[in-house]
């Protein structure tokens, strides 16, 4: 069972779904949100959490003092595993979007986000995701400060982001990545 590690929902556990996902492990979430939180306060964020899977990444974000969280999810049956969280923390601020990550995006949002937390399937090709972040600039998910991470695979490819965004120095936890990087 995976926990919340930090914030006000400190210690209190999540319902992973059976399968499909790979949760973010405890070490990986806890150095993603020390190494956000060394360059912007978490107080008041709206985070675009895209690939939710159990919705850990923004629960913890939320958890943490961040004003709102998107989760983005495709599969139903996951969309209810973070109904379920969400409503078992009982955090504010929690919207649950279902869709396939490029559709989502592609409708566009009147309220750009502060932290756009992806973790896309290991099998995902890298041209998607590179796609993705394209996308948050061009329909409006992302404005200057924005910070996004990308959680992969540490023998995939790295990204190549686009020129808009500044990468910040990439991390390895064993066969996990992050990439990180603000835009300018």
């Known amino acids: 069972m995976t926990r919340i590690i930090g914030g006000v929902a400190r210690g209190r556990h999540i319902v992973v779904p059976r399968r499909g996902t790979r949760?973010?492990?405890?070490?990986?979430?806890?150095?993603?949100?020390?190494?956000?939180?060394?360059?912007?306060?978490?107080?008041?964020?709206?985070?675009?959490?895209?690939?939710?899977?159990?919705?850990?990444?923004?629960?913890?974000?939320?958890?943490r003092g961040t004003a709102s969280a998107l989760f983005v999810e495709s599969d139903q049956r996951t969309v209810a595993v973070i109904e379920r969280n969400v409503a078992a923390l009982g955090l504010a601020g929690a919207r649950l979007c279902r869709g396939p990550v490029a559709t989502v995006l592609a409708g566009?949002?009147?309220?750009?986000?502060?932290?756009?937390?992806?973790?896309?399937?290991?099998?995902?090709?890298?041209?998607?995701?590179?796609?993705?972040l394209a996308a948050l600039t061009s329909h409006g998910w992302a404005r200057p400060g924005t910070i996004a991470v990308v959680e992969c695979n540490a023998a995939s490819v790295p990204l190549t982001w686009p020129v808009e965004w500044s990468p910040w120095r990439s991390r390895r936890y064993g066969d996990t990545r992050l990439e990180l990087a603000e835009l300018v």
């Open 23 to 63: 949760p973010t492990t405890d070490r990986v979430r806890e150095s993603l949100f020390n190494i956000v939180a060394a360059r912007r306060d978490l107080t008041g964020l709206a985070v675009l959490d895209l690939y939710a899977g159990s919705g850990a990444l923004g629960l913890e974000a939320l958890s």
């Open 108 to 132: 566009g949002t009147e309220l750009p986000v502060d932290l756009v937390l992806a973790d896309p399937p290991y099998t995902t090709d890298t041209a998607e995701v590179e796609a993705v």
